[in-house]
Structure formats: structure tokens, C-alpha cells
């Protein structure tokens, strides 16, 4: 009957993953800490309902919803799960109800202190992490057991035969565990993938109406810009003189647009060279250093080792020009920018860090969109191009931020890209 009802408990365990897999992506609220909490909430409920009773204690799977709710869904869904298993073990009662108490609120404290360390790592990684915490509950039911048995048999001989019970549980926990963090993060992956494609098509679309517009508007802009050269033969000095040179340096802005806008649509990674990806990091600090002054603010360049690649340096150099400039843009003043460079697993490392503003998660998910910017000004062109130039580059780049602290941006790129 104990082995029965566990794993009864593991079904159990498995039904709110099967739900967002079933239903995930037509349900709205599907990733809402509240959704996650009430689903595995009422999971971790059933597992106390339908566990095996025995030692005045009750046998069962509910810390795996908790554990579960917690990573996957926040501190707060964890939170709403655990009052629901409070309130469940309040209604069933029982001799050990104070005991219940102790150890649903310790098992409830681990993943809650490693949750947001847990939330960063991903795979299997966090599917191991996960599991190392589930073990916590284990522990505590073996304490709470023999706590319970010494208070309450003092008479009496301790009885050893409930250990390997408690193994057995802890086993089948480490099951139950296991099959839905799996279950989980091929969710998490199917979801990423979906967006992902969504995002290749939308790009693709974007970058072609972009590229056709782009081309056609360069050709009057040409003419336009060839007459007003000539113009700029026959004027000496006085007004005519400066307003031409405005006219001229303004339609040059729009061809740098345009130019971009093309990158955009497809960045070409043409003339491919060894180079010193250090010296370059240096050269573009040097470069924005009079932007960065006008806020008083400064550069901390942390360069591990002198780091060589093979790739187009210009398009390069053009990707990190735009999103240093927007760490510069978005730090507050007098403020410091991080600029970071490390070899790390066969591949180039650059971290960007400022103590600006911030972003949310649903800025973040929506940077590199074209259009799209945080700034008060600005087209959001510039991170676009960024990011379609490094992942031209068989590299990624990565934004953390949290509102009203600052963003990290970690740009990863192969040492050498064969042309």
C-alpha cells in the first residue's frame, strides 16, 4: 500500500506539467505566478490527501509541487502552494499536526532561499539543483520522525524499520522530482523555440520591407546629394553656404539609417581578418569617451588576456559601438560602466554592465525587435542591428536586467568564423 500510494503521488505530481503542456500556449495566464501556484498548489493538495498514513505521520509527494512552484514560478507561487498544504493538513488533522506544520515551513524554506540562484542556471544543470533541494524535505521527515518517536515512546526501544522507509520516499521523491523538471524544461525549450520562430519570421519579413524601402529611397537621396555637392562648388561663404552643409550632413545621417537598415535586413560579414579583439574594446572606450563624459561617466575595462578572433572587424566594432553607447545612454550620471573580456569555453566573453534605469522582463523579451527602444527618443535600430550582426556572427547576446538597477549584456562569439 505505501509503494502504491506514492506512486499514485507521482501521477499526481506530473498532472499540472501534462496541463501546461496540453494547454499551455492557448491559456493567457498560463505563466502567472498565480496560475503556477493554484495548479501545483492543488497538486501538492491531492498528494496530502491521498497519501499513506502510518507513524502519525502522512507519507507523501507534496514537497515536489512546492519545490516545483517555487523555482519555475517565484517566491510567490511557492508561497501560495505552501498556505494551500498548511490549509489541506490543517482540515485532515492528526496527532502530528504541529510536526506538519514544522516541516512543510522547513521544506518550504530551501527552495525559497535558492530559488532565484536555481532560476539561472538552466537544463540539466537546474534539474540537478532542483533535485539536490527536493532532498531537503527527506531530511526533515527523517528529523521530524525521530523527533516524534523520542518524544513519544520514550519507554520504548527506537525502532529503525521507518529509516528505510524514509529511503524508499526519498527515492521515490527523487522520481517524481526528476520526471517533472524534465517534463518542465522540454516546455521551457518548446516555448523558446516557438518564440524564436516567430522572431526569425518577423524578421525576416521586417528586414525585407526594410531593404526594399531602404534601396529605393537611397536613389533620389543620391541625385539629391550629387546636385547639392556641385551647389557646394559654386558658394563660397555666408547663410547659403551653412545651410548647404547642414543639407549635406543631413542627408549623409539618412544614408548611415539606410545603411543600417540593410544591415538590419541582412548583415554582410565581408572582409574577415585576424585581430585583437582586446585592443578593439579598447579603441571603442576611446572612441565614446567624449559621450560618456558629457554625463560624467567613465569606463572600467576589465580585459582578462589579449584575445585574437577571425571575423569582420568593422561589423564587429559597429555591434559593440551600439550597445556600449546604449549602456552610456541609459546610466545615470557620474555613474561607471563595466566593460568586460574573458576567454570562457573556447569562446569570447564580453560583458557590458551599467547601473541605469533597467528593464523588465517584458522589455527584455522584446529588445533586438526592430522599432522597439526604452529610451524617450531613438528607433531601436541600433540594438536591431547589434544583435542581427552578432548572431550573423554564430555569437548571442544575452540581457539581464532588474527595473531600477541596472543591465548586464553578455555577448559570446566564436574566436574564428570561417568565411
Known amino acids: 500500500m505505501f509503494l502504491e500510494k506514492l506512486f499514485l503521488n507521482v501521477l499526481i505530481v506530473l498532472a499540472p506539467v501534462l496541463v501546461f503542456t496540453a494547454f499551455g500556449d492557448r491559456w493567457p495566464h498560463s505563466k502567472s505566478p498565480y496560475t503556477i501556484g493554484l495548479l501545483h498548489g492543488i497538486s501538492s493538495s491531492l498528494c496530502l490527501i491521498f497519501s499513506y498514513y502510518a507513524l502519525d505521520l502522512y507519507w507523501d509527494l507534496r514537497y515536489v509541487p512546492l519545490v516545483i512552484s517555487t523555482v519555475y514560478g517565484g517566491p510567490l507561487a511557492g508561497f501560495i502552494n505552501y498556505?494551500?498544504?498548511?490549509?489541506?493538513?490543517?482540515?485532515?488533522?492528526?496527532?502530528?499536526?504541529?510536526?506538519?506544520?514544522?516541516?512543510?515551513?522547513?521544506?518550504?524554506?530551501?527552495?525559497?532561499?535558492?530559488?532565484?540562484?536555481?532560476?539561472?542556471?538552466?537544463?540539466?544543470?537546474?534539474?540537478?539543483?532542483?533535485?539536490?533541494?527536493?532532498?531537503?524535505?527527506?531530511?526533515?521527515?527523517?528529523?521530524i520522525l525521530i523527533s516524534f518517536t523520542l518524544l513519544n515512546q520514550v519507554e520504548k526501544p527506537l525502532n529503525f524499520e521507518p529509516i528505510r522507509a524514509i529511503l524508499l520516499f526519498g527515492l521515490i521523491q527523487t522520481l517524481g522530482t526528476w520526471l517533472s523538471c524534465t517534463l518542465q524544461e522540454l516546455n521551457l525549450e518548446r516555448a523558446l523555440m516557438k518564440e524564436e520562430i516567430q522572431r526569425a519570421e518577423k524578421l525576416k519579413t521586417l528586414g525585407e520591407v526594410a531593404a526594399s524601402i531602404a534601396h529605393e529611397i537611397r536613389n533620389p537621396l543620391t541625385v539629391v546629394q550629387g546636385f547639392l555637392q556641385l551647389m557646394s562648388e559654386t558658394i563660397v561663404e555666408g547663410k547659403n553656404r551653412s545651410f548647404l552643409q547642414i543639407a549635406l550632413d543631413e542627408i549623409a545621417r539618412a544614408e548611415a539609417i539606410i545603411n543600417d537598415y540593410l544591415n538590419f535586413s541582412k548583415p554582410k560579414l565581408t572582409k574577415y581578418g585576424n585581430f585583437s579583439l582586446s585592443d578593439l574594446i579598447e579603441n571603442i572606450t576611446?572612441?565614446?569617451?567624449?559621450?560618456?563624459?558629457?554625463?560624467?561617466?567613465?569606463?572600467?575595462?576589465?580585459?582578462?588576456?589579449?584575445?585574437?578572433?577571425?571575423?569582420?572587424?568593422?561589423?564587429?566594432?559597429?555591434?559593440?559601438?551600439?550597445?556600449?553607447?546604449?549602456?552610456?545612454?541609459?546610466?545615470?550620471?557620474?555613474?561607471?560602466?563595466?566593460?568586460?573580456?574573458?576567454?570562457?569555453?573556447?569562446?569570447?566573453?564580453?560583458k557590458i554592465i551599467d547601473k541605469g534605469k533597467g528593464m523588465t522582463p517584458e522589455e527584455i523579451q522584446r529588445i533586438g525587435t526592430l522599432f522597439y527602444t526604452t529610451k524617450e527618443?531613438?528607433?531601436?535600430?541600433?540594438?536591431?542591428?547589434?544583435?542581427?550582426?552578432?548572431?550573423?556572427?554564430?555569437?548571442?547576446?544575452?540581457?539581464?536586467?532588474?527595473?531600477?538597477?541596472?543591465?548586464?549584456?553578455?555577448?559570446?562569439?566564436?574566436l574564428e568564423l570561417q568565411n
Open 83 to 143: 498556505l494551500m498544504i498548511l490549509a489541506t493538513r490543517t482540515y485532515l488533522g492528526g496527532n502530528a499536526l504541529v510536526f506538519g506544520y514544522i516541516s512543510i515551513t522547513l521544506a518550504f524554506l530551501g527552495p525559497l532561499i535558492f530559488a532565484k540562484k536555481i532560476g539561472r542556471l538552466t537544463g540539466r544543470r537546474r534539474i540537478r539543483a532542483v533535485i539536490l533541494v527536493s532532498v531537503i524535505p527527506s531530511i526533515v521527515m527523517l528529523l
Open 286 to 350: 576611446i572612441m565614446l569617451t567624449p559621450l560618456a563624459s558629457y554625463k560624467g561617466i567613465r569606463f572600467d575595462s576589465v580585459v582578462e588576456e589579449q584575445i585574437f578572433m577571425h571575423t569582420d572587424r568593422g561589423q564587429l566594432q559597429q555591434a559593440l559601438v551600439n550597445v556600449i553607447k546604449n549602456a552610456v545612454e541609459a546610466s545615470l550620471e557620474k555613474a561607471v560602466v563595466q566593460i568586460k573580456l574573458e576567454l570562457k569555453d573556447d569562446q569570447a566573453e564580453i
Open 377 to 414: 527618443s531613438g528607433t531601436g535600430l541600433g540594438t536591431s542591428v547589434a544583435v542581427r550582426i552578432i548572431e550573423a556572427m554564430k555569437g548571442s547576446i544575452i540581457y539581464e536586467s532588474e527595473k531600477g538597477k541596472g543591465t548586464v549584456c553578455t555577448i559570446s562569439l566564436p
